[in-house]
Protein backbone atom coordinates (compact mmCIF):
# COMPACT_ATOMS: atom_id res chain seq x y z
CA UNK A 1 0.00 0.00 0.00
CA UNK A 2 1.48 3.09 -0.78
CA UNK A 3 0.75 6.21 1.83
CA UNK A 4 2.84 9.19 -0.33
CA UNK A 5 -0.84 10.73 -1.09
CA UNK A 6 -2.42 10.89 2.19
CA UNK A 7 -0.63 14.47 3.02
CA UNK A 8 -0.93 15.68 -0.65
CA UNK A 9 -4.20 17.57 -1.87
CA UNK A 10 -6.28 15.59 -4.06
CA UNK A 11 -5.10 15.03 -7.66
CA UNK A 12 -6.43 17.68 -9.76
CA UNK A 13 -5.91 19.43 -13.02
CA UNK A 14 -3.07 21.83 -12.47
CA UNK A 15 -2.52 25.57 -14.19
CA UNK A 16 0.36 27.58 -14.59
CA UNK A 17 0.55 30.55 -12.82
CA UNK A 18 -0.11 32.69 -15.76
CA UNK A 19 -3.46 30.45 -16.02
CA UNK A 20 -4.45 30.69 -12.70
CA UNK A 21 -4.04 34.61 -12.87
CA UNK A 22 -6.14 34.74 -15.70
CA UNK A 23 -8.86 32.90 -13.96
CA UNK A 24 -8.96 34.43 -10.90
CA UNK A 25 -9.27 38.01 -12.97
CA UNK A 26 -12.02 36.17 -14.53
CA UNK A 27 -13.74 35.65 -11.51
CA UNK A 28 -13.38 39.67 -10.17
CA UNK A 29 -14.74 40.49 -13.36
CA UNK A 30 -17.58 37.76 -13.08
CA UNK A 31 -18.70 38.87 -9.34
CA UNK A 32 -18.11 42.49 -10.03
CA UNK A 33 -17.99 45.43 -7.81
CA UNK A 34 -18.76 42.91 -4.85
CA UNK A 35 -15.03 41.52 -5.05
CA UNK A 36 -13.88 44.70 -3.73
CA UNK A 37 -15.94 45.04 -0.61
CA UNK A 38 -14.36 41.23 0.37
CA UNK A 39 -10.72 41.69 -0.14
CA UNK A 40 -9.88 38.60 1.97
CA UNK A 41 -12.88 36.22 1.11
CA UNK A 42 -12.44 37.68 -2.27
CA UNK A 43 -8.22 36.91 -1.96
CA UNK A 44 -6.51 35.49 -4.72
CA UNK A 45 -6.11 32.37 -2.49
CA UNK A 46 -9.53 32.17 -1.34
CA UNK A 47 -10.68 32.30 -5.27
CA UNK A 48 -8.23 29.28 -5.98
CA UNK A 49 -9.77 27.24 -3.59
CA UNK A 50 -13.28 28.05 -5.01
CA UNK A 51 -11.75 27.60 -8.63
CA UNK A 52 -9.92 24.00 -7.91
CA UNK A 53 -13.07 22.92 -6.10
CA UNK A 54 -15.08 23.55 -9.27
CA UNK A 55 -12.29 22.00 -11.62
CA UNK A 56 -11.15 25.62 -13.20
CA UNK A 57 -14.73 25.81 -14.46
CA UNK A 58 -14.81 30.39 -13.69
CA UNK A 59 -18.86 30.25 -14.09
CA UNK A 60 -19.77 27.86 -11.41
CA UNK A 61 -16.61 28.85 -9.11
CA UNK A 62 -17.95 32.42 -9.16
CA UNK A 63 -21.47 31.46 -8.39
CA UNK A 64 -20.13 28.99 -5.89
CA UNK A 65 -18.32 31.81 -4.51
CA UNK A 66 -21.23 34.53 -4.32
CA UNK A 67 -23.31 31.95 -2.88
CA UNK A 68 -21.04 31.72 -0.11
CA UNK A 69 -20.27 35.64 0.57
CA UNK A 70 -24.13 35.63 0.83
CA UNK A 71 -23.89 33.17 3.38
CA UNK A 72 -20.91 34.55 4.89
CA UNK A 73 -23.39 37.80 5.32
CA UNK A 74 -26.20 36.43 6.94
CA UNK A 75 -24.63 33.26 9.28
CA UNK A 76 -21.63 35.73 10.24
CA UNK A 77 -19.63 32.95 11.42
CA UNK A 78 -16.83 34.34 12.96
CA UNK A 79 -19.05 35.87 15.52
CA UNK A 80 -19.49 32.22 17.09
CA UNK A 81 -18.22 32.05 20.58
CA UNK A 82 -17.60 29.29 23.01
CA UNK A 83 -20.78 30.34 25.00
CA UNK A 84 -22.73 29.98 22.13
CA UNK A 85 -22.02 26.87 21.43
CA UNK A 86 -20.50 25.22 24.86
CA UNK A 87 -23.66 22.60 24.91
CA UNK A 88 -22.98 20.99 22.20
CA UNK A 89 -19.44 20.29 23.17
CA UNK A 90 -19.89 18.39 26.45
CA UNK A 91 -19.87 14.88 25.31
CA UNK A 92 -16.52 15.57 22.92
CA UNK A 93 -18.83 14.77 19.68
CA UNK A 94 -16.24 17.23 17.88
CA UNK A 95 -13.00 18.45 19.32
CA UNK A 96 -9.54 19.72 17.81
CA UNK A 97 -6.71 17.64 18.90
CA UNK A 98 -3.77 18.69 20.61
CA UNK A 99 -1.67 17.62 17.65
CA UNK A 100 -1.45 18.07 14.04
CA UNK A 101 -0.81 14.82 11.45
CA UNK A 102 2.63 14.62 10.56
CA UNK A 103 1.86 17.01 7.33
CA UNK A 104 1.01 20.10 9.50
CA UNK A 105 -2.61 20.05 9.13
CA UNK A 106 -5.31 20.43 11.85
CA UNK A 107 -7.08 17.35 13.03
CA UNK A 108 -10.70 17.76 14.23
CA UNK A 109 -12.01 14.47 15.92
CA UNK A 110 -15.29 13.57 15.33
CA UNK A 111 -17.69 10.70 17.78
CA UNK A 112 -21.41 10.84 15.70
CA UNK A 113 -22.34 8.14 18.15
CA UNK A 114 -21.45 11.03 20.97
CA UNK A 115 -24.74 13.03 19.68
CA UNK A 116 -26.18 14.83 22.45
CA UNK A 117 -28.59 17.23 21.16
CA UNK A 118 -31.58 16.87 18.62
CA UNK A 119 -31.44 20.69 17.17
CA UNK A 120 -29.86 20.78 13.18
CA UNK A 121 -29.25 24.49 13.64
CA UNK A 122 -26.95 24.29 17.05
CA UNK A 123 -25.58 21.04 15.62
CA UNK A 124 -24.44 23.08 12.29
CA UNK A 125 -23.85 25.94 14.46
CA UNK A 126 -21.04 24.18 16.32
CA UNK A 127 -19.66 22.38 12.95
CA UNK A 128 -19.05 25.71 11.80
CA UNK A 129 -17.15 27.24 14.56
CA UNK A 130 -14.96 23.70 14.61
CA UNK A 131 -14.04 24.79 11.11
CA UNK A 132 -13.27 28.19 12.21
CA UNK A 133 -11.46 27.35 14.96
CA UNK A 134 -9.65 24.59 12.76
CA UNK A 135 -8.22 26.94 10.26
CA UNK A 136 -7.40 29.30 12.45
CA UNK A 137 -4.93 26.95 13.92
CA UNK A 138 -3.42 25.22 10.84
CA UNK A 139 0.18 25.31 9.79
CA UNK A 140 0.91 28.34 7.93
CA UNK A 141 2.53 25.83 5.49
CA UNK A 142 -1.36 23.76 5.03
CA UNK A 143 -4.49 25.12 4.40
CA UNK A 144 -6.16 21.74 4.88
CA UNK A 145 -7.65 19.76 7.64
CA UNK A 146 -8.08 16.18 8.77
CA UNK A 147 -11.16 14.59 10.23
CA UNK A 148 -10.80 11.55 12.33
CA UNK A 149 -14.14 10.30 12.70
CA UNK A 150 -14.42 7.17 15.66
CA UNK A 151 -17.63 5.01 15.63
CA UNK A 152 -17.50 4.34 19.30
CA UNK A 153 -21.58 3.82 19.92
CA UNK A 154 -22.72 4.76 16.58
CA UNK A 155 -25.47 2.92 15.36
CA UNK A 156 -28.46 4.04 12.50
CA UNK A 157 -30.38 6.28 15.39
CA UNK A 158 -27.69 8.51 15.87
CA UNK A 159 -28.64 9.05 12.12
CA UNK A 160 -30.07 12.18 11.03
CA UNK A 161 -30.62 12.81 7.32
CA UNK A 162 -30.42 16.86 7.56
CA UNK A 163 -27.41 17.18 9.27
CA UNK A 164 -25.68 14.67 7.52
CA UNK A 165 -26.94 16.76 4.04
CA UNK A 166 -26.36 20.08 6.04
CA UNK A 167 -22.79 18.92 6.93
CA UNK A 168 -21.86 17.84 3.32
CA UNK A 169 -23.30 21.07 1.95
CA UNK A 170 -20.92 23.53 4.97
CA UNK A 171 -18.24 21.54 3.62
CA UNK A 172 -18.23 21.49 -0.11
CA UNK A 173 -20.02 24.72 -0.61
CA UNK A 174 -18.77 26.98 2.39
CA UNK A 175 -15.43 26.04 2.98
CA UNK A 176 -14.49 24.40 -0.10
CA UNK A 177 -10.54 22.80 -0.14
CA UNK A 178 -10.34 22.63 3.60
CA UNK A 179 -10.88 18.70 3.84
CA UNK A 180 -7.82 16.91 2.94
CA UNK A 181 -8.19 13.57 4.50
CA UNK A 182 -11.37 11.79 6.43
CA UNK A 183 -10.54 9.01 8.19
CA UNK A 184 -13.65 6.72 9.36
CA UNK A 185 -12.34 4.49 11.93
CA UNK A 186 -14.31 0.98 12.51
CA UNK A 187 -17.56 2.01 11.37
CA UNK A 188 -19.97 -0.70 11.77
CA UNK A 189 -21.23 -3.10 9.18
CA UNK A 190 -24.60 -1.53 8.54
CA UNK A 191 -22.39 2.02 8.15
CA UNK A 192 -21.21 0.20 4.63
CA UNK A 193 -25.14 0.55 3.72
CA UNK A 194 -25.70 3.67 4.90
CA UNK A 195 -22.48 4.94 2.92
CA UNK A 196 -23.51 4.03 -0.31
CA UNK A 197 -26.56 6.17 0.29
CA UNK A 198 -24.34 9.42 1.46
CA UNK A 199 -22.43 8.87 -1.73
CA UNK A 200 -25.06 11.32 -3.49
CA UNK A 201 -24.69 14.31 -1.28
CA UNK A 202 -21.10 14.32 -1.84
CA UNK A 203 -18.76 15.68 -4.65
CA UNK A 204 -16.72 12.83 -6.19
CA UNK A 205 -13.38 14.58 -5.58
CA UNK A 206 -14.76 14.72 -1.30
CA UNK A 207 -15.68 11.18 -1.67
CA UNK A 208 -12.24 10.02 -2.73
CA UNK A 209 -10.63 11.80 0.48
CA UNK A 210 -12.27 9.12 2.65
CA UNK A 211 -10.15 6.25 3.87
CA UNK A 212 -12.06 3.43 5.73
CA UNK A 213 -9.61 2.10 8.77
CA UNK A 214 -10.26 -0.91 11.17
CA UNK A 215 -8.14 -1.55 13.91
CA UNK A 216 -8.26 -5.38 13.50
CA UNK A 217 -6.63 -5.32 10.00
CA UNK A 218 -3.27 -4.44 10.17
CA UNK A 219 -2.38 -3.18 6.51
CA UNK A 220 -5.42 -0.83 7.54
CA UNK A 221 -3.99 0.41 10.40
CA UNK A 222 -0.73 1.63 8.65
CA UNK A 223 -2.14 4.24 7.30
CA UNK A 224 -2.90 5.93 10.89
CA UNK A 225 1.26 5.32 11.39
CA UNK A 226 2.13 7.02 8.39
CA UNK A 227 -0.10 10.00 9.44
CA UNK A 228 0.19 10.22 13.03
CA UNK A 229 2.80 10.25 15.65
CA UNK A 230 1.61 7.34 17.47
CA UNK A 231 2.95 8.43 20.80
CA UNK A 232 0.35 11.62 20.64
CA UNK A 233 -2.50 9.87 19.20
CA UNK A 234 -4.92 8.49 21.53
CA UNK A 235 -5.32 4.93 22.04
CA UNK A 236 -9.10 5.26 20.94
CA UNK A 237 -7.25 4.93 17.65
CA UNK A 238 -4.71 2.58 18.37
CA UNK A 239 -1.90 5.04 19.74
CA UNK A 240 0.03 5.13 22.53
CA UNK A 241 -1.85 8.24 24.45
CA UNK A 242 -3.80 7.54 27.35
CA UNK A 243 -5.73 11.12 27.02
CA UNK A 244 -9.40 11.22 26.76
CA UNK A 245 -11.58 14.02 25.86
CA UNK A 246 -11.49 16.27 29.10
CA UNK A 247 -15.06 18.69 28.02
CA UNK A 248 -13.87 21.74 31.24
CA UNK A 249 -10.33 21.28 30.33
CA UNK A 250 -11.23 22.02 26.39
CA UNK A 251 -13.76 24.71 27.56
CA UNK A 252 -10.77 27.01 29.18
CA UNK A 253 -8.41 26.23 26.19
CA UNK A 254 -11.09 27.55 23.84
CA UNK A 255 -12.10 30.78 26.08
CA UNK A 256 -7.89 31.23 26.09
CA UNK A 257 -7.86 31.20 22.58
CA UNK A 258 -10.85 33.07 21.70
CA UNK A 259 -9.40 35.82 24.11
CA UNK A 260 -6.08 36.06 22.62
CA UNK A 261 -7.66 36.46 19.22
CA UNK A 262 -9.73 38.86 21.02
CA UNK A 263 -6.61 40.95 22.16
CA UNK A 264 -4.82 40.57 18.84
CA UNK A 265 -7.69 41.91 17.31
CA UNK A 266 -6.69 45.55 18.88
CA UNK A 267 -3.62 45.76 17.92
CA UNK A 268 -3.32 44.09 14.16
CA UNK A 269 -5.14 43.91 11.17
CA UNK A 270 -5.10 39.81 11.37
CA UNK A 271 -7.12 37.88 7.99
CA UNK A 272 -10.22 36.70 10.48
CA UNK A 273 -10.91 40.72 11.81
CA UNK A 274 -10.28 41.88 8.34
CA UNK A 275 -13.24 39.32 7.28
CA UNK A 276 -15.47 40.52 10.58
CA UNK A 277 -15.26 44.63 9.19
CA UNK A 278 -15.64 43.59 6.00
CA UNK A 279 -18.67 41.79 6.84
CA UNK A 280 -19.93 44.64 9.17
CA UNK A 281 -19.57 47.16 6.08
CA UNK A 282 -21.01 45.12 3.64
CA UNK A 283 -23.89 43.77 5.23
CA UNK A 284 -26.03 45.57 2.85
CA UNK A 285 -25.13 43.34 0.06
CA UNK A 286 -26.76 40.45 0.83
CA UNK A 287 -29.79 40.76 -1.34
CA UNK A 288 -27.66 42.42 -4.45
CA UNK A 289 -24.90 38.72 -3.93
CA UNK A 290 -27.96 36.84 -3.53
CA UNK A 291 -30.06 38.00 -6.30
CA UNK A 292 -26.81 37.45 -8.69
CA UNK A 293 -26.57 33.96 -7.13
CA UNK A 294 -29.78 32.80 -8.04
CA UNK A 295 -29.92 34.01 -11.38
CA UNK A 296 -27.47 31.36 -12.93
CA UNK A 297 -28.83 28.12 -12.55
CA UNK A 298 -27.17 24.79 -13.06
CA UNK A 299 -28.86 22.37 -15.55
CA UNK A 300 -27.48 19.41 -13.56
CA UNK A 301 -29.43 20.57 -10.71
CA UNK A 302 -32.14 18.40 -11.27
CA UNK A 303 -30.66 14.97 -11.82
CA UNK A 304 -28.71 15.52 -8.59
CA UNK A 305 -32.25 16.71 -6.67
CA UNK A 306 -33.86 13.44 -7.76
CA UNK A 307 -30.92 11.35 -6.97
CA UNK A 308 -30.62 13.03 -3.37
CA UNK A 309 -34.16 12.65 -2.95
CA UNK A 310 -34.09 8.80 -3.13
CA UNK A 311 -31.00 8.53 -1.47
CA UNK A 312 -33.27 10.45 1.52
CA UNK A 313 -35.96 8.04 1.35
CA UNK A 314 -34.03 5.27 1.25
CA UNK A 315 -32.11 6.48 4.48
CA UNK A 316 -35.28 6.83 6.38
CA UNK A 317 -36.76 3.44 5.85
CA UNK A 318 -33.54 2.41 6.76
CA UNK A 319 -33.96 4.36 10.53
CA UNK A 320 -37.46 3.18 10.70
CA UNK A 321 -36.24 -0.89 10.44
CA UNK A 322 -33.44 0.32 13.03
CA UNK A 323 -36.15 1.95 15.13
CA UNK A 324 -38.73 -0.82 14.76
CA UNK A 325 -36.31 -3.99 14.61
CA UNK A 326 -35.08 -1.99 17.98
CA UNK A 327 -38.60 -1.69 19.70
CA UNK A 328 -38.98 -5.21 18.79
CA UNK A 329 -36.25 -6.47 21.03
CA UNK A 330 -37.04 -3.99 23.85
CA UNK A 331 -40.87 -5.52 23.96
CA UNK A 332 -38.96 -9.16 23.98
CA UNK A 333 -36.74 -8.50 26.98
CA UNK A 334 -40.13 -7.01 28.50
Known sequence: MSFE????????????????????????????????????????????????????????????????????????????????????????????????????????????????????????????????????NLNPSQEQMVWLIDFQGWNMGCLSVKVTRETARVLQDRYPERLGLAILYNPPKVFESFWLLVKPFLEHKTYKKVKFVYSDQPQSMKIMEALFDMDKLESAFGGKSTENFDYQAYAKRMKEEEKKMSDASDASTSDQMSVVSELQQSESLVSDIGSNASDEGDSSCNDETTSNRDSLDAIEHMQLDCRKENDDKNAAKN
Open 5 to 136: KLGASDARKTLSSEEEQAKIHEIRKLIGPVANKFPTLCSDASILKFLRARNWNTKKASKMLKEALKWWLEYKPEKIRWDDIAHEAETGKIYRAKYLDKYGRTVLIMRPGFQNTQAVEGQIKYLVYCMENAIS
